[in-house]
């Protein structure tokens, strides 16, 4: 989507800030720029619904400050070397850089199947190992860090700011590596988290000056934020279980190198539950995205992921994906009944006006959305409020009998269709092939999720229309009621009978 002027709105664009705990105007360091980095992947496994949950939120906000006309760089990194790549290497008998390559690949294969938008800039831990060891330095230079048998630590001791941004107490924190280290008591307080680690028999390592090794988790992004947006830039994003340590260090390292290093507002996104419980690799209670889009349209998880607020945690559940599979196909069925009427009509031209209570509820509708999305990005009220115009194009498709001579209808049709079409795209929800193509991927996952064939479900509307002019009512019923407990619905038309996926209904 090209950028554009800014939309003129009485209302600004406000975000939550999880550094002052509150909503804030946003406004960027540099008019008509924004500068956001998004921590990256640790490529050692497909990515999950997790991950799926704060990409599609980050690419929300990519979107809709695109919408609003700023030049946006984006940067969100690959962690390409850590414990856990390692570990599963060695596991797999396999170079810890050729695994993390393979599933970096694989992540964005998901990202682009979820139609997030690529980053500016994706840089990789590996390839910017001069920046993270100049900073590390710079950190030591300025008296916040020390050295112990070729490991670098970072002193929280020397930085009075520590825990500034998550709001914890220092003496209530462990060892700060969020689970990725072992307490070493070596250190001279427990929460000293590493900048590097020297080398272990059969790591990669890199050459620096406290000998061989390779960096901490936490330094790389301080360090690659840097290299792309420099010491100041706008937002820094992620999940909230990157609050403490991974942010909380993050901050403390970059103003350690850079006392003027300053990052505006720092964004979170919610977990996905499931059970009550956070899904999680380390817990082994997660689905991957190539998971769940074996059985539901990318775009059907894209909607369930946006119905709850970024910064909510999300309750999966198969409930919740059938009602978005059954809201999105609704949306793409209007959308081609509307493509279709219209379509020998587009290239005309029409001496009437839009009928001022068409008119009147797009300006409504559209008003709705930017007070919505500039309130800390609502999706949950805009995906709400999107049935309103879809409601209307079916209305006036009943009364459209495609003739030229309703002009008022056609031209209510292509305002409607145009205000739907701009709100899916900026929400990233508007598909890349066409609706015909789409509706039919959603068809096939609705008669996959049911466990039956095309083929079967005619043969099942044969007999239920033989039922019905046996006057059979009752097997009738149950053939329906059988089709609609597995997410089939069957509607009587003058033509014969048809069918749409459905959520599943015992009713």
């Given at each position: 989507m090209?950028?554009?002027?800014?939309?003129t709105?009485?209302?600004?664009?406000?975000?939550?800030?999880t550094?002052?705990?509150q909503?804030?105007?946003?406004?960027?360091?540099v008019e008509?720029k924004?500068?956001m980095?998004?921590?990256?992947?640790?490529?050692?496994?497909?990515s999950?619904?997790?991950?799926?949950?704060a990409?599609?939120?980050?690419?929300?906000l990519?979107?809709?400050?695109?919408h609003?006309g700023?030049?946006?760089?984006?940067?969100?990194?690959f962690?390409?070397?850590?414990?856990?790549?390692?570990?599963?290497?060695?596991?797999a008998?396999?170079n810890?850089l050729?695994?993390?390559r393979r599933f970096?690949e694989e992540?964005?294969?998901?990202?682009?199947?979820?139609?997030?938008?690529?980053?500016?800039?994706?840089?990789?831990?590996t390839?910017h190992m001069d920046q993270?060891k100049?900073?590390?330095?710079?950190?030591m230079e300025?008296g916040?860090?020390?050295t112990?048998?070729?490991?670098?630590y970072?002193s929280?001791?020397?930085f009075?700011?520590y825990?500034r941004l998550?709001?914890r107490?220092?003496d209530?924190?462990?060892?700060g590596?969020?689970g990725r280290v072992?307490v070493?008591?070596r250190?001279k307080?427990?929460?000293d988290?590493?900048?590097?680690k020297?080398?272990?028999?059969?790591?990669l390592s890199w050459q620096s000056?406290?000998g061989?090794?390779?960096?901490g988790?936490h330094?790389?992004?301080s360090?690659?934020s840097?290299?792309y947006?420099?010491?100041?830039f706008?937002i820094?994003?992620?999940?909230?279980?990157?609050?403490?340590p991974?942010?909380?260090?993050?901050?403390?390292?970059?103003?350690a190198a850079?006392?003027?290093?300053?990052?505006?507002?720092?964004m979170?996104?919610?977990?996905?539950?499931?059970?009550n419980?956070k899904m999680?690799?380390?817990?082994?209670n997660?689905?991957?995205i190539?998971?769940?889009i074996?059985?539901?349209?990318?775009?059907?998880?894209r909607f369930?992921?946006m119905?709850?607020?970024y910064?909510?945690?999300v309750n999966?559940?198969?409930?919740?994906?059938d009602?978005?599979?059954?809201?999105?196909?609704?949306?793409?069925?209007?959308?081609?009944?509307?493509?279709?009427?219209?379509?020998?009509?587009?290239?005309?031209?029409?001496?009437?006006?839009?009928?001022?209570d068409?008119?009147e509820?797009?300006?409504?509708?559209?008003?709705?959305?930017?007070?919505?999305?500039s309130?800390?990005?609502?999706?949950?009220?805009?995906?709400?409020?999107?049935m309103e115009p879809l409601k209307?194009?079916?209305?006036?498709?009943?009364?459209?009998?495609g003739?030229?001579?309703?002009?008022a209808?056609?031209?209510?049709?292509?305002?409607?269709?145009k205000?739907v079409k701009e709100?899916?795209?900026?929400?990233?929800?508007?598909?890349?092939?066409?609706?015909?193509?789409?509706?039919?991927q959603?068809?096939?996952?609705?008669?996959k999720?049911?466990?039956?064939?095309?083929?079967?479900?005619?043969?099942?509307?044969?007999?239920?229309?033989?039922a019905?002019k046996n006057?059979?009512?009752?097997?009738?019923?149950?053939?329906?009621?059988?089709?609609t407990?597995?997410?089939?619905?069957?509607?009587?038309?003058?033509?014969?009978t048809?069918?749409?996926p459905?959520?599943?209904?015992?009713?």
């Amino acid at each position: 989507m090209a950028e554009k002027e800014p939309e003129t709105t009485e209302r600004k664009l406000v975000l939550f800030n999880t550094m002052t705990k509150q909503k804030e105007e946003f406004k960027p360091i540099v008019e008509g720029k924004v500068g956001m980095y998004v921590c990256g992947v640790t490529p050692y496994d497909l990515s999950h619904i997790g991950h799926a949950r704060a990409y599609v939120a980050f690419d929300v906000l990519h979107r809709f400050l695109r919408h609003l006309g700023y030049e946006v760089t984006y940067v969100r990194n690959f962690t390409d070397i850590d414990d856990k790549i390692i570990k599963r290497a060695n596991e797999a008998g396999e170079n810890p850089l050729d695994l993390s390559r393979r599933f970096s690949e694989e992540f964005l294969v998901d990202m682009a199947t979820l139609q997030c938008l690529s980053p500016t800039h994706e840089p990789r831990v590996t390839e910017h190992m001069d920046q993270i060891k100049d900073m590390i330095s710079k950190i030591m230079e300025n008296g916040h860090a020390y050295t112990i048998e070729g490991d670098v630590y970072f002193s929280v001791d020397s930085f009075p700011e520590y825990c500034r941004l998550s709001g914890r107490k220092l003496d209530d924190n462990m060892a700060g590596g969020g689970g990725r280290v072992a307490v070493d008591t070596r250190k001279k307080n427990p929460a000293d988290f590493a900048l590097w680690k020297s080398e272990k028999p059969g790591e990669l390592s890199w050459q620096s000056p406290w000998g061989r090794g390779r960096p901490g988790w936490h330094i790389e992004c301080s360090a690659m934020s840097e290299k792309y947006l420099g010491l100041k830039f706008d937002i820094h994003g992620g999940g909230k279980d990157l609050v403490f340590p991974h942010h909380e260090n993050e901050l403390a390292q970059s103003k350690a190198a850079n006392p003027e290093s300053c990052i505006n507002c720092w964004m979170h996104n919610g977990f996905v539950n499931k059970d009550n419980q956070k899904m999680s690799k380390s817990d082994n209670n997660f689905f991957t995205i190539r998971d769940i889009i074996t059985n539901y349209h990318p775009l059907a998880l894209r909607f369930f992921l946006m119905r709850t607020h970024y910064r909510a945690d999300v309750n999966y559940s198969v409930q919740a994906l059938d009602n978005a599979s059954d809201r999105v196909f609704y949306i793409y069925q209007t959308l081609q009944d509307c493509e279709v009427a219209l379509s020998p009509f587009r290239e005309g031209t029409y001496k009437v006006q839009v009928p001022d209570d068409v008119k009147e509820m797009i300006k409504k509708f559209h008003a709705s959305f930017m007070e919505s999305m500039s309130d800390d990005l609502h999706t949950t009220a805009v995906l709400d409020d999107l049935m309103e115009p879809l409601k209307t194009v079916n209305g006036t498709l009943k009364k459209f009998k495609g003739k030229k001579q309703q002009q008022a209808l056609i031209v209510a049709l292509l305002a409607l269709e145009k205000e739907v079409k701009e709100v899916l795209g900026i929400l990233g929800l508007l598909p890349t092939s066409s609706f015909a193509e789409v509706l039919k991927q959603l068809k096939d996952f609705a008669l996959k999720r049911a466990g039956i064939t095309e083929e079967d479900l005619a043969k099942k509307i044969e007999e239920r229309t033989l039922a019905r002019k046996n006057k059979q009512y009752e097997e009738s019923d149950r053939i329906r009621k059988e089709l609609t407990a597995v997410g089939i619905a069957l509607m009587d038309e003058p033509g014969g009978t048809v069918w749409r996926p459905c959520e599943p209904s015992d009713e």
